[in-house]
């Protein structure tokens, strides 16, 4: 008896569980459909698997081109985050004067404020050091970065001030007598020991750069530099939605997030958990 | 000499990010006050007059930001509670020992890595056209109709794409709660007599209140400043009924140019997120036990 219920319960959650990935495989069977079809049954599995709506959905989307722009995006920010943020925090902690705890309170305070209470403002100093500065921080790559960073660091500095508090320094001490300067006791004892951090913050800002939309679509302008996000909102901005295109355009910029969660499921569900819970 | 040195790399180490940071985060957060007390519309070559507490007095009687904020405050209440009770019910499944739990994990935490824009344009299909086709095919109109053309269903619309995405996120957090807890004091509860119920509401739930601290504040900061869902499912409507704060105020500076003005609405918004979620925590924190 106790069997039979257990397994009814299982039933029920595994049904549950198909219930909940049920949009995704709406998304998935309607990209095959022609237009009839899809509006004759939208439940059923299409009757011909044609990649015909991939490509054009491809190619109005720019998809090769976007996916580009977002990899490039979120590789270079999440580097450079990753480095600044190990070396900012490892300092912090080993040199726990009054300036550093200000600097880790400021980093830490303002990671409460919206990105809607900043962008505006944010928008002028970027047109600012354009014009005035001549960088080209607005409609670029490089500015979009140059941002991330800036936004990514707070919480990065974070994670890293935690982890770094809990190994002993006297790995470092040892190094200091053999003769290491600090950027070698950094780079080549520190750092790598810093790895599990290290997992943790690329999966978090992975997981928010590439979905970034607001951020983006406000400082690129140029159609040849949109991330995938943005492509994605134009495509659907632009005409009444054709629904079987749509899909199609849906199912490309779902894929490369399976293949990320499939690849580093057990990274993600982990670094995931371990950046809620240090907060 | 070596003293010197060690500043060197304080400064070599520290500098960079702090000077991005600083240039990204902190001046415009200073400049924005100063934005706030000014009238303008955008263009760099027209006049920014300043209009000192004025923005902020209109604030209080800008009848579709009320609203806005009436929106918000009902999305977020209803959507933190649905979302907790979900993933926390996800969370015990999970970490009973039934053998489909890595199953279950793997299906529900998908969501939550695809963007809310997209998930909102996917949804914006089922909502529409598939109501629509079920409410036709079964006859159930009262229930299956095109949502999101009703101001209520809209915002219920909005309630239920955000759960779907975060529910399996909050119940990853609380597994690593349930998980930290000792099996020997489940055990001893358990030889006191204790049943499911009496173990999940008197032993368990007291030892993940730290679990609850975050779910809630994660849950409560993202649901109050939701943008990417609304911008692709609803859009706001019909007829601005489920535009949210943070859209109202990207609305009144980039569509309506209202820069000085839209800036106050977005310092209020942060002195909102700012007490709501620290009055969270505060609360909370106050109910941990230590163990």
């Known amino acids: 008896m ?3 219920t257990r397994f009814i319960i299982q039933v029920i959650i595994i049904g549950f569980c198909l219930l909940h990935l049920f ?13 009839q079809e899809l509006y004759s049954n939208m439940m059923a599995p299409p009757s011909e698997f044609t990649l015909e709506y991939y490509k054009l959905a491809m190619e109005k989307m720019n998809f090769f081109r976007a996916f580009g722009n977002s990899i490039i995006v979120t590789v270079a920010s999440i580097a450079i985050i990753v480095l600044l943020a190990s070396m900012t925090a490892w300092m912090l902690v080993r040199n726990n004067n009054r300036l550093s705890k200000l600097i880790f309170f400021v980093f830490v305070a303002t990671m409460i404020i919206p990105f809607q209470t900043i962008m505006m403002p944010l928008m002028q100093v970027m047109g600012w050091i354009r014009d005035t500065l001549h960088i080209p921080m607005l409609n670029t790559l490089g500015g979009l970065i140059y941002m991330n960073v800036g936004f990514g660091a707070s919480m990065a500095v974070f994670l890293y001030h935690g982890f770094i508090k809990s190994i002993p320094i006297s790995l470092e001490e040892a190094a200091t007598i053999d003769g290491c300067n600090k950027g070698r006791v950094f780079f ?23 979905n970034d939309y607001l951020l983006p679509s406000l400082t690129l302008s140029d159609k040849a530099l949109r991330t995938i996000p943005l492509s994605t909102a134009f495509f659907f901005g632009q005409f009444t939605i054709e629904w079987n295109l749509a899909m199609a355009g849906l199912t490309l910029t779902i894929i490369p997030v399976i293949i990320f969660y499939v690849a580093a499921q057990k990274h993600i569900v982990k670094g995931v958990a371990a950046g809620a819970v240090k907060m | 000499m070596r003293k010197r040195k060690d500043k060197a790399w304080y400064v070599l180490f520290v500098i960079p990010l702090l000077f991005v940071f600083t240039t990204v985060v902190i001046v415009p957060f200073v400049i924005g006050i100063g934005y706030s007390f000014i ?8 006049p920014k007059t300043f209009v000192g507490f004025d923005n902020y007095i209109r604030i209080f009687s800008d009848k579709r930001f009320l609203s806005s904020v009436t929106h918000t405050l009902l999305f977020t209440v209803i959507s933190v509670l649905i979302i907790n009770v979900i993933g926390l019910g996800f969370a015990l499944v999970v970490t009973s020992r039934l053998r489909i739990r890595n199953a279950v994990r793997t299906m529900l935490f998908m969501p939550y890595l695809i963007g809310g824009l997209i998930l909102g344009y996917i949804w914006k299909f089922i909502f529409t056209d598939l109501f629509k086709m079920i409410g036709e095919i079964t006859g159930i109109n009262n229930i299956f109709f095109s949502w999101l053309l009703n101001p209520r269903y809209a915002l219920v619309a909005m309630i239920v794409v955000t759960t779907w995405q975060m529910a399996g996120y909050i119940m ?8 930290s807890i000792p099996e020997d004091v489940v055990e001893a509860a358990k030889v006191d007599g204790a049943g499911f119920w009496r173990t999940l509401l008197h032993v368990k739930f007291p030892l993940i209140m730290p679990s609850f601290t975050i779910c809630l504040f994660m849950t409560l900061s993202n649901c109050f400043k939701i943008f990417d869902v609304n911008v692709s499912l609803t859009g706001g409507g019909p007829n601005n009924s489920t535009e949210m704060m943070a859209m109202n105020i990207y609305n009144e500076i980039f569509s309506l140019n209202r820069y000085g003005y839209g800036q106050a609405k977005a310092i209020v918004f942060f002195i909102a997120v700012a007490t709501i979620t620290l009055i969270q925590v505060a609360i909370t924190k106050k109910r941990e036990v230590e163990m």
Do not use: E
């Open chain 1, 2 to 4: 106790k069997k039979i």
């Open chain 2, 39 to 46: 009238s303008w519309d955008g263009m760099p070559l027209n």
């Open chain 2, 172 to 179: 990853i957090i609380y597994i690593n709660g349930i998980q």
């Open chain 1, 23 to 35: 949009p995704i495989y709406i998304v998935f069977v309607n990209s095959f459909k022609d237009r």
């Open chain 1, 188 to 210: 080549s004892i520190v750092f790598p020991m810093l790895k599990p951090t290290t997992v943790t913050v690329m999966i978090l800002d992975v997981i928010w750069i590439w």
